[in-house]
């Protein structure tokens, strides 16, 4: 980030301290007891901003700047491919993407590594982010290191292509212990996203529809061969994106998949949704379920269950000025004497760990319609925990799997391995939008862009680095592609017409589809890419078919026409 604020509330602070060069604007209110300090920094890195309070007190608040996310997205998965890829021909980890020490670029293949669930889970993490940032910037050499893991290494070694079972660990060589419901949804995940990179760009062996078939027997198979207690009654990280599956089989005519896995859906929504508390699965600390907790009681609209979720979710995450804390969710390893992986030793605290971003979500799924009061504890844990966790990735692309803040453990500061944190990332890159919402004690809040109204015009240009979908939420107004990114956004007050700018980021034509709710009128006229399109609104939004130039930026324009057009 480029730039940072740092609030002093009840104090009238009188000068700002900075640990680093960097450019300060500050102003204060001695009447008010209140000041704020503007941080420009010269270069990303951890900055901390220090102020004496009102009796001489020091206080301190840790900053962290990063690159734009959008440049921290590219890099890592150039790190994965570079990095990350097992080349040993003949041995069962042939074409994995594996656990891998960032300081020494040592990739972890000890076999005891992989008797224990973590070394195979830590692989398809790493491999799935690889997957969905590939779905939306699609790099030639990404995707062949894609597809030979799921050709060699998934299919080959770790999941029976006949019965969609998914292994745990590595003995005796070869793949087993196939109960863990956990390792399912990331498999899951994988293939959905491969099957958005075969929609609109080659490399992959396989079809979009292959792809989405084998994404539907991997979750059929978790209900077959996993524990049926951990099924039945635990949330599990991943599981909500089957919402998306289903449509995505639905929409590929894929009808006989898609019963299957609605009918694991009502199932597994229907238990969950019993139960009052706990939603941990395998140890106390456990967090990874909660948004599938979440999502079930959407489904089910339960508003109690999402209450309770909603305050578990986020009761132990911290507003504590420190840029590890801020947001994160509380997580440490709390298992055995023995931990599973060589990069825990200990049990120290893992900031900004895997289960930080999914979780966040929490509070972006009550955001799909108008709210009465926006909670501003939950919106700011949230905000901080979806963009805490891209901290913890190096310019260079490697990222840590946490950051322990306790001096006294063995692992202090960033941990030195990649671990399973593009779980969480994925994460990340499926759900991000730009945000603006109306806050009657605030004003306007935006997440992931920078906003502004001027002239009768709203203008949103978006830094989430995904750029995929705008929402603004105070007038009902959605705006969302298939395919390729949002650059910037231009929407006439009245909602009569809009121009957005689209980046093609492939280096093919790519067909998508720009989809547009909440304009006011029953017929749009779009203009940009060719023939002039007139389109009905159907259920509150239009579905507007462009094909973009390789490479390219292009204008598009839409004017409702016809009835509420003046």
């Known amino acids: 980030v480029s730039s940072k604020v740092a609030w002093a509330e009840r104090v009238a602070p009188k000068r700002f301290y900075v640990s680093r060069d960097a450019a300060l604007e500050t102003d204060t209110d001695p009447e008010a007891k209140s000041g704020f300090c503007f941080v420009k920094p010269t270069e990303p890195g951890p900055l901390t901003l220090s102020f004496p309070d009102d009796q001489g007190k020091l206080c301190h608040v840790h900053l962290m700047f990063t690159s734009p996310i959008g440049q921290l997205i590219d890099r890592r998965a150039q790190w994965i491919a570079a990095n990350q890829v097992v080349e040993a021909p003949g041995t069962l980890l042939h074409h994995a993407i594996a656990l891998t020490n960032i300081e020494s670029g040592q990739q972890v293949l000890a076999e ?14 790493d491999a799935l982010f690889l997957a969905e940032k590939n779905a939306l910037r699609p790099v030639a050499q990404e995707i062949a290191v894609l597809d030979e893991f799921i050709e060699d290494f998934l299919l080959d070694d770790l999941q029976n292509p006949g019965t969609g079972a998914v292994a745990s660990v590595i003995q005796e060589g070869a793949a087993g212990y196939f109960g863990r419901p956990m390792s399912y949804p990331a498999v899951m995940c994988l293939y959905h996203a491969a099957s958005q990179i075969a929609r609109h760009t080659p490399g992959l062996r396989r079809t979009t529809e292959d ?9 059929a198979a978790m209900f077959r061969y996993g524990w049926r207690l951990y099924v039945r009654s635990v949330g599990v990280l991943g599981y909500a994106r089957v919402y998306e599956l289903l449509e995505d089989l639905r929409a590929h005519g894929l009808h006989a998949e898609a019963e299957e896995v609605l009918q694991g859906i009502e199932y597994k929504a229907s238990e969950l949704t019993k139960l009052k508390f706990p939603f941990a699965g395998e140890t106390v600390m456990d967090t990874s379920g909660f948004e599938e907790v979440f999502n079930a009681g959407k489904y089910r609209s339960d508003d109690d269950h999402l209450e309770r979720t909603t305050r578990c979710a986020f009761a132990t995450r911290s507003l504590a000025p420190s840029w590890w804390w801020y947001g994160s969710d509380k997580r440490h390893w709390d298992g055995g004497d023995a931990s599973p992986l060589e990069a825990l030793v200990d049990r120290g605290e893992a900031c900004l760990s895997h289960t930080t971003i999914p979780n966040s979500l929490v509070f972006f799924g009550l955001l799909d319609r108008d709210y009465m009061g926006l909670p501003d504890s939950y919106m700011r844990k949230a905000f901080g925990g979806f963009l805490g966790p891209w901290a913890l990735i190096r310019d260079d692309g490697a990222a840590s799997m946490c950051y322990c803040p306790e001096l006294r453990s063995k692992q202090p500061g960033m941990n030195g391995f990649t671990g399973a944190s593009g779980l969480g990332y994925f994460h990340y890159l499926r759900a991000a939008a730009s945000y603006v919402l109306p806050n009657r004690d605030q004003g306007t809040v935006t997440f992931g862009c920078h906003y502004v109204l001027e002239e009768g015009v709203h203008r949103v240009q978006p830094w989430d680095g995904v750029g995929r979908r705008v929402v603004l939420r105070q007038i009902g107004v959605e705006f969302s592609l298939t395919f390729g990114q949002l650059m910037n956004l231009a929407l006439d007050s009245r909602r009569r017409w809009f121009e957005a700018e689209i980046l093609n980021p492939s280096a093919l034509p790519v067909n998508v589809t720009l989809h547009v709710a909440g304009l006011w009128g029953e017929r749009v006229a779009i203009e940009g890419t060719g023939e002039r399109q007139v389109l009905g609104v159907v259920n509150g939004g239009i ?6 130039p390789p490479g390219a930026t292009i204008r598009v324009r839409g004017e409702v026409t016809g009835d509420g057009a003046d």
Not at 211 to 219: N, S, V
Not at 543 to 548: K, P, V, W
């Open 112 to 125: 005891s590594e992989y008797l224990e669930s973590s070394g195979l889970e830590c692989a398809v993490a």
């Open 211 to 219: 792809y989405l078939r084998l994404a539907a027997r991997t979750f």
């Open 543 to 548: 579905q507007a078919a462009l094909t973009l």
